[in-house]
Antibody, heavy 124, light 107 residues
Framework: QITLKESGPTLVKPTQTLTLTCTFSGFSLTSSGVGVGWIRQPPGKALEWLALIYWDDDKRYSPSLRSRLTITKDTSKNQVVLTLTNMDPVDTATYYC????????????????WGQGTLVTVSS | DIQMTQSPSSLSASVGDRVTITCRASQSISSHLNWYQQKPGKAPKFLIYAASSLQSGVPSRFSGSGSGTDFTLTISSLQPEDFATYYCQQSYDTPYTFGQGTKLEIK
């Protein structure tokens, strides 16, 4: 059974850096095709794709946030870390990490399952 | 970025109704389209990949279709547990963008 859980601060001040950790079990981030992604959702709004790290350490970012985002992995700890610099109140959102699954032999891929999410509020 | 546009943004329906949600991509994404269901306060739940392939365990009343730029999610006979918000997502090219969501409410 695959599980993921996000952890990190619930409140950050404007201009601070947010560091979130996704701790997972049930899969290895060294297996071909596997990835872990981060998605966020401001209160009452839609899902926003943020970043994705692959088993081979390839990394992809949302272009609109590329300059502020960093995603890394620690395979020995089964963790993926997302940092977002220069936080602003508009970054207030529930942040999710999710397991990226790919259909063998194809490029079809999706997020399943997701962590429970962690609400991060940006306020002074 | 590939933009994903869902319609309608909200929909009222009754138990037993057949409903269809549309998702349009700003460019061709072949069949690289996923659907998710989200209930209030919960993480999204994966439903459909490759536009029309149901995830294991998803009821057969859910179906997806389409290719290129136009896609649909259909629920053939609404059940009480289906009232939720539905999101499409393209997995053709990063960033793997989501639609703005369709909120399905009880009439």
């Amino acid at each position: 059974q695959i599980t993921l859980k996000e952890s990190g601060p619930t409140l950050v001040k404007p201009t601070q850096t947010l560091t979130l950790t996704c701790t997972f079990s049930g899969f290895s981030l060294t297996s071909s095709g596997v990835g872990v992604g981060w998605i966020r959702q401001p209160p009452g709004k839609a899902l926003e794709w943020l970043a994705l790290i692959y088993w081979d350490d390839d990394k992809r970012y949302s272009p609109s946030l590329r300059s502020r985002l960093t995603i890394t992995k620690d395979t020995s700890k089964n963790q993926v870390v997302l940092t977002l610099t220069n936080m602003d109140p508009v970054d207030t959102a529930t942040y999710y990490c999710a397991h990226r699954r790919v259909l063998t032999g194809t490029y079809f891929n999706w997020f399943d399952p997701w962590g429970q999410g962690t609400l991060v509020t940006v306020s002074s | 970025d590939i933009q994903m546009t869902q319609s309608p943004s909200s929909l009222s329906a009754s138990v037993g109704d057949r409903v269809t949600i549309t998702c349009r991509a700003s460019q061709s994404i072949s069949s690289h389209l996923n659907w998710y269901q989200q209930k209030p306060g919960k993480a999204p739940k994966f439903l459909i990949y490759a536009a029309s392939s149901l995830q294991s365990g998803v009821p057969s009343r859910f179906s997806g279709s389409g290719s290129g730029t136009d896609f649909t999610l259909t629920i053939s006979s609404l059940q009480p547990e289906d009232f939720a918000t539905y999101y499409c997502q393209q997995s053709y090219d990063t960033p793997y963008t989501f639609g703005q969501g369709t909120k399905l409410e009880i009439k």
